[in-house]
Every structure is written in structure tokens, then in C-alpha cells.
Antibody
Framework: QVQLVQSGAEVKKPGASVKISCKTS????????VHWVRQAPGQGPEWMGV????????NYAQKFRGRVALTRDTSTTTVYMDLSNLRSEDWATYYC?????????????WGQGTLVSVSS | EIVLTQSPGTLSLSPGERGTLSCRAS??????LAWYQQKPGQAPRLLIY???KRATGVPARFIGSGSGTDFTLTISSLEPEDFAVYYC????????FGGGTKVEVK
């Protein structure tokens, strides 16, 4: 079965960086785009960007350009999200998610989420 | 950026009642709208895509409709497990989500 398993919770200071992993399994890694979505406490989800595991091409939401980097390792079928220059507003749960088989830019399979806390 | 506005913010209903949730887009998004359900401590779950198509495994009581700028998610008869927060999401121009509608027990 399809699974996306994320790395554990992180506590960071303002100005630091965080790198979250998303280990995928149960499907052909290069066949489906993987997205990153974050959700601040009590807020709706917010799309951050997407990576095509087949070749590694990326697209980022304008809000995060210059601060976020998505990468992948095809040998371990893992996708990574790196967010730099953290500020208090980045305190959120971060999710990786795989597109649905029927259509792109719609997310069917999700990781369990990784809480990133940012505090001095 | 396309803005999605959901209403109402909270819907108070009893099991067995019909729930009607609204999502309005700031510009024409054709039928490129999806609906998700989220329960506390869980990731969102895809319910509807392309405005009206049910995702795999989603019960028939979840009905999506609309096109252009106005969309509706109808839950025909609320089951206890349906009390949750619902989000709409557009894919016409990258991806944005609405602010959510909480369906709570009356």
C-alpha cells in the first residue's frame, strides 16, 4: 500500500533551517509528483511547492521562493523539504502529499505530518 | 493568487441532517475544485475532485457541485464520523485552500 512517512518533530530557533524527510513506498516513485503543504495551528492548509521525482524539477509558491528547497533521492524514494531563515510564523505542521492517480494537483496520499516549532 | 472563501465558518447540525457547505473562488476556476475532510490530529482526506467526482472510497452521501466561482459540498445525511473540518482547494492556478468550515454536533 502507498505510504508516506515523515521525519519527527523539530524545535528550531529563529533564523535557523529545518530539513524534513518524506519516505515513500508502495508505488513507482518517479510516476507521481510530491507536494508540500503546511498548516499553522487553527488555520487552513497552505501549499508550499511541488517536486517531480522524475528528474527533480520543482515549483514553489511565490511566498516561499528563496527560502524553500525540495529535493529527492531516487535510490531511497525519499523527498526532502528544506526551509531556511525560520521565523515564528513558520510554526506549523508540515505535510508531504502525493497526487491522486486520476488528476494532478489534487492530493490523495498524505504523510503523517511533522510539527516544526520556532521559538527563541 | 486565487482566493477561496468558505462559508459558513461553523455549521451546527445533528446526525441525520443534511449539511451544505459553500466555497467561492475569487475568479473563474472552471471545475478545478477539490474538497477535503480533516479531523483533529490527522492529515486532510480527499473527498471530491473536479468539483463533483468522488475520490476512491468516499461514501455516496458526499456530493460536490458547482463550476466557475461557486461550489457546494453537500453531505446528504450526516453520520457521526462526518463531524470535522472541511476545506476546498483549487488547482486552476497552482494550489490554494479555503479557510475551512467546521461541522459540529448541535
Amino acid at each position: 500500500q502507498v505510504q508516506l512517512v515523515q521525519s519527527g518533530a523539530e524545535v528550531k530557533k529563529p533564523g535557523a533551517s529545518v530539513k524534513i524527510s518524506c519516505k515513500t513506498s508502495g508505488y513507482t516513485f518517479t510516476n507521481f509528483y510530491v507536494h508540500w503543504v503546511r498548516q499553522a495551528p487553527g488555520q487552513g492548509p497552505e501549499w508550499m511547492g511541488v517536486i517531480n521525482p522524475d528528474g527533480g524539477a520543482t515549483n514553489y509558491a511565490q511566498k516561499f521562493r528563496g527560502r524553500v528547497a525540495l529535493t529527492r533521492d531516487t535510490s531511497t524514494t525519499t523527498v526532502y523539504m528544506d526551509l531556511s531563515n525560520l521565523r515564528s510564523e513558520d510554526w506549523a505542521t508540515y505535510y508531504c502529499a502525493r497526487e491522486d492517480i486520476h488528476t494532478g494537483m489534487v492530493l490523495f496520499y498524505w504523510g503523517q505530518g511533522t510539527l516544526v516549532s520556532v521559538s527563541s | 493568487e486565487i482566493v477561496l472563501t468558505q462559508s459558513p465558518g461553523t455549521l451546527s447540525l445533528s446526525p441525520g441532517e443534511r449539511g451544505t457547505l459553500s466555497c467561492r473562488a475569487s475568479q473563474n476556476i472552471r471545475t478545478y475544485l477539490a474538497w477535503y475532510q480533516q479531523k483533529p490530529g490527522q492529515a486532510p482526506r480527499l473527498l471530491i475532485y473536479e468539483a463533483s467526482k468522488r475520490a476512491t472510497g468516499v461514501p455516496a452521501r458526499f456530493i460536490g457541485s458547482g463550476s466557475g466561482t461557486d461550489f457546494t459540498l453537500t453531505i446528504s445525511s450526516l453520520e457521526p464520523e462526518d463531524f470535522a473540518v472541511y476545506y476546498c482547494q483549487q488547482r486552476d492556478s497552482w494550489m490554494t485552500f479555503g479557510g475551512g468550515t467546521k461541522v459540529e454536533v448541535k
